[in-house]
């Protein structure tokens, strides 16, 4: 029996205990609790964690918060890592029961911390820690802005600077006194304000400079200065201005103690011709005038002040204003007026682009380009006190222009062409350059002077120069001019052969087209050798039926002299022009001596003429034939009678005047006329047939 009662009062007890955890289970919460302080110092490299405990809940979710920011996120006990931002994971490290460590801190670390831990069914629990991280104060310095304390002005200003710490709390003291904010002192990180100081406030200064890891005080002592005042100066006699030979004095003086001393400088230099300080200036010159500057000086404070005048001595600027105009980005037009000298300076303007800008010296305008600016002359007007003058300037559009083409060779035998183009404008026209596969820079290939008037090319080949256009274009703000420019190969345009009286020596000229590329020419002769000198002294001359070259010129020539030719003997003379190896068309063949004959050109006029002079010559027997049957076709018409008065004429006229039209055994026409005649007139006898009387008849021809 005592066992079963202990067995039943064992199973209550169970039973109790049982019911209490189910009824705890029911109503559990989640609880984080710090387990250290919540407000935490720490000093820059230290190790240090926020420390919590939570119960209520198994393995809950921790997240840490850097103000709003989450820093970690973990589940307790799970084997996954916690979620730290890369750039923070080699400092914070969370603990196995949420406790946030920190591995060597530095100051970035220092902000307000909150940990949050949620747990799904049973709510979540907050926490907040304050982390401020601390450097060791060293090597803290003062210092004022202005460097001295003035009397009467608004505010001096005193400042700390340290080379490295964090300042937890800062007190200033004057003569070992402690400093409170009121209306004449004024507190601000790193800095103590005087507002409006005066003598008082020189002394010893102090601040204390403290952290709960470090403490420095640094002292400076501060110094009042005050005067002089503001100097006062005056001319004697008072006037705006001054002219040569004038005499006058300048003086200067300021309320200050000690009384300050009075120095004037002029033009940089220290005048020593002063008295109490007054400065007399006699027959004052033109390079008198300027700004004379009066320093007043506190010699046991060191303090000074300046003040100065402009003393006017007019002359007038030397020579005309001049005008240009340039080009701003090679969009808008800069006038430029200069007219510089002179005191006061002229005032330059120009009224037909502006009404409001005006400058001194050396003035410019910028405008936007306009056709109405295009060949419009503008005036700039230069206004001087003694004298006015003005100038011109007439902007104008790149004008039509002609290309030109040098051909050189570089160190490396390379043809170097160089193309220029240079168009005649107002501002200076820039060029840019083109060719048939788009625009041209500067490169290995290609080279563009700095006045960009040049394209440079080089190359071995003259061919690789020939398969492009090139286009060069003249722009400035006004518009612009473009020419295309096609090189051509090594060839002469015109060539000219001038021998001498005696006939030995003759001299070759010649011509290239513009565009040519040449670097050099062979000089050839066909004939007899050119007359030369052997070892021995004695003439000889050899002979050949080919061309052959007996010079060479480079690409610039455009003459040469021959010697040594026998006036009685024939020569022949050609230029090959060359690009390198690259040979070009002969010129034509200059023919000296006495066997000149025919040219090839007159030969060639004389095969072309001769079938022409064959053709004219049977036009013209044609023609003659054509006359000559005409005419008898017309003697053969049918002749009407005719009055006795006007047949005795006829008769009379061809006994007079014979027709001698028909000759060489032609035969003549039949004599109507001599039908007419009565019978007494005919010398022979009369036909069988008597024709009838004549019958008069008038005709109107």
């Not at 060479?552 to 190896?581: C, H, W």
């Not at 047949?647 to 006329?673: C, F, R, V």
């Not at 007494?680 to 009838?692: G, K, N, T, Y």
Request: glycine residues 8%.
């Amino acid at each position: 029996m005592p066992l079963l009662d202990e067995l039943g009062r064992l199973s209550g007890v169970f039973l109790a205990v049982l019911l209490r955890f189910t009824f705890q289970g029911a109503h559990c919460e989640l609880v984080v609790s710090p387990a250290g302080p919540t407000q935490v110092n720490a000093i820059v490299g230290s190790n240090l964690t926020l420390a919590v405990s939570f119960s209520g809940a198994p393995d809950p979710v921790v997240i840490w918060l850097m103000g709003d920011l989450p820093v970690v996120t973990w589940t307790i006990g799970s084997s996954v890592p916690p979620d730290i931002p890369e750039n923070m994971r080699k400092v914070l490290k969370v603990e196995q029961n949420g406790s946030l460590t920190f591995v060597n801190v530095s100051l970035g670390f220092a902000s307000n911390y909150t940990v949050k831990m949620t747990k799904s069914g049973v709510g979540n629990a907050v926490l907040s820690f304050t982390l401020k991280v601390f450097e060791n104060i060293q090597n803290v310095t003062l210092s004022t802005q202005p460097d001295f304390a003035k009397e009467g002005t608004d505010l001096f200003i005193l400042q700390y600077s340290m080379l490295q710490g964090v300042v937890e709390h800062q007190m200033w003291f004057f003569n070992d006194i402690p400093i409170k904010t009121n209306s004449h002192y004024l507190m601000e990180p790193r800095s103590l304000v005087i507002l409006r100081p005066n003598r008082s406030d020189a002394g010893q200064y102090t601040v204390l400079l403290t952290n709960p890891f470090s403490s420095v005080t640094t002292h400076i002592n501060v110094t009042v200065l005050y005067g002089p005042d503001e100097p006062v100066l005056e001319a004697h006699p008072a006037q705006p201005f001054y002219v040569a030979e004038d005499s006058l004095s300048l003086s200067c003086h300021a309320e200050g103690f000690p009384q300050p001393t009075v120095q004037w400088d002029f033009g940089g230099q220290m005048l020593s011709d002063t008295h109490k300080g007054v400065l007399n200036l006699t027959n004052v010159r033109t390079s008198q005038g300027g700004i004379y500057t009066c320093t007043v000086l506190n010699e046991k404070t060191k303090e000074k002040r300046q003040k100065s005048t402009n003393l006017n001595v007019y002359e007038t600027p030397s020579g005309n204003p001049m005008c240009s105009v340039g080009s701003v980005s090679n969009v808008n037009l800069q006038y430029h007026c200069q007219w510089p000298g002179g005191t006061p300076q002229a005032m330059l303007s120009f009224p037909e682009l502006s009404n409001t800008s005006s400058g001194t010296g050396n003035f410019s305008l910028t405008v936007p380009a306009s056709d109405n600016l295009n060949r419009q002359t503008v005036t700039c007007l230069a206004d001087h006190p003694v004298e006015q003058k003005n100038c011109s300037i007439t902007a104008s559009s790149p004008a039509q222009f002609l290309s030109a083409v040098r051909t050189t060779h570089d160190s490396e035998g390379k043809i170097v062409v160089t193309i220029y183009c240079v168009s005649d404008a107002s501002p200076k026209a820039v060029v840019s350059w083109s060719r048939d596969s788009g625009a041209i820079t500067s490169g290995t290939a290609y080279q563009i002077s700095s006045d960009t008037t040049q394209l440079m090319m080089v190359d071995y080949n003259v061919s690789n120069f020939l398969l492009q256009n090139y286009t060069c274009t003249c722009r400035n703000p006004l518009g612009s001019q473009s020419r295309e420019i096609q090189l051509q190969g090594p060839s002469v345009s015109n060539s000219i052969l001038f021998p001498n009286q005696d006939g030995t020596v003759v001299t070759l000229t010649w011509e290239i087209p513009p565009t040519s590329i040449v670097t050099g020419f062979d000089i050839q002769m066909k004939g007899p050798d050119l007359l030369s000198t052997n070892h021995t002294g004695i003439q000889t001359r050899g002979s050949s039926d080919g061309y052959r070259t007996i010079q060479q010129k480079p690409g610039s020539a455009r003459s040469t002299d021959i010697f040594g030719l026998e006036p009685k003997l024939t020569y022949q003379f050609r230029v090959i022009p060359r690009a390198n190896m690259t040979e070009g068309v002969p010129s034509v063949v200059h023919i000296v001596g006495p066997g000149e004959g025919l040219s090839s050109a007159a030969i060639a006029g004389i095969a072309a003429g001769i079938p022409c002079s064959l053709l004219f010559l049977l036009l013209l027997g044609g023609l003659i034939f054509l006359c000559v049957y005409c005419n008898r076709k017309k003697s053969r018409q049918r002749r009407y009678p005719v009055s006795k008065a006007v047949e005795k004429a006829i008769t009379i006229q061809s006994a007079t005047a014979p027709h001698n039209l028909l000759t060489g055994g032609m035969k003549s026409p039949t004599d109507y006329n001599r039908l007419q005649q009565t019978r007494s007139e005919r010398p022979v006898s009369l036909p069988m047939f008597v024709p009838p009387e004549p019958v008069r008849v008038a005709t109107i021809v």
